[in-house]
């Protein structure tokens, strides 16, 4: 039986389907992890990014600093502060917070500059007041690039709650911390490919919810790139055999 065999026949065994420590209790609880991470997140994130975005201060210090963040060893930051607050669900929460708040926060600072100012401006002419443009005119127009920016989030963070738990936690790693040591590739394996299925749901969860947000019109208005095929003048070369007419 080779390792994938191995998965397909661990993954179908009923035995690990119920009881503690099954497929759907570690399922249940990364998710809730994963959720507890993505809304920490968006809330510190989306109103900072709505208001970059929507008034242009402070984009030269969050921006780069939020690049810092990309650039940060999430499992070297989980250790780190695991020896400083111990064991437990503090340490990789805080981390993967700090994973997840740079794509939320550009995807939102992104999404509302890139409304065509004449857009705005024209809301503004209307009796918008600034609050008026920010909710009813910026955020539904940005709403397709802030929903890409959580869904690079989600993505990023249900694959980095599998490493963290060997502090020890629950969540769908326990079936790789839990094979290692008994060298059961079966069981490792499949805690993967449920992880990997996870992701792949999520994600076109978030593909379908990007495009029940975008705005109709956006879609409407959208200028198709046609045209006119030109005919070239061809030029007349001059020969000694056959002069120009």
Not at 86 to 106: N, S, T
Not at 111 to 117: A, L, M, R
Not at 155 to 177: C, D, H, K, M, S
């Amino acid at each position: 039986m080779n390792p994938y065999t191995g998965a397909i026949a661990w993954l179908l065994d009923p035995a690990h389907w119920t009881g503690d420590g099954s497929i759907p209790q570690r399922l249940t609880e990364h998710i809730l992890y994963c959720l507890i991470t993505l809304v920490i997140a968006m809330i510190i994130a989306i109103p900072a990014g709505l208001y970059i975005g929507h008034t242009g201060r402070g984009r030269a210090i969050v921006v780069p600093f939020t690049g810092a963040l990309r650039a940060l060893p999430t499992l070297g930051l989980v250790i780190l502060l695991a020896l400083w607050l111990g064991l437990g669900l503090i340490p990789p929460l805080i981390a993967l917070v700090v994973l997840a708040i740079p794509p939320i926060l550009a995807g939102a600072y992104a999404g509302v500059e890139s409304v065509d100012p004449v857009t705005r401006d024209a809301a503004t002419a209307t009796g918008f007041t600034a609050w008026g443009v920010l909710t009813r005119v910026e955020v539904p127009l940005a709403l397709p690039l802030i929903v890409g920016g959580i869904r690079s989030a989600t993505l990023q963070v249900i694959a980095t709650w599998t490493v963290a738990a060997y502090l020890p936690l629950g969540g769908l790693g326990r079936f790789l911390y839990d094979g290692l040591p008994v060298r059961n590739y079966a069981e490792m394996l499949g805690g993967s490919i449920l992880v990997i299925l996870l992701a792949l749901v999520v994600d076109g969860l978030f593909a379908l919810t990007q495009r029940f947000v975008t705005p109709k019109g956006v879609i409407a208005g959208r200028v198709r790139d046609v045209r006119t095929p030109t005919r070239s003048t061809q030029r007349k070369e001059r020969t000694w055999f056959a002069p120009e007419a």
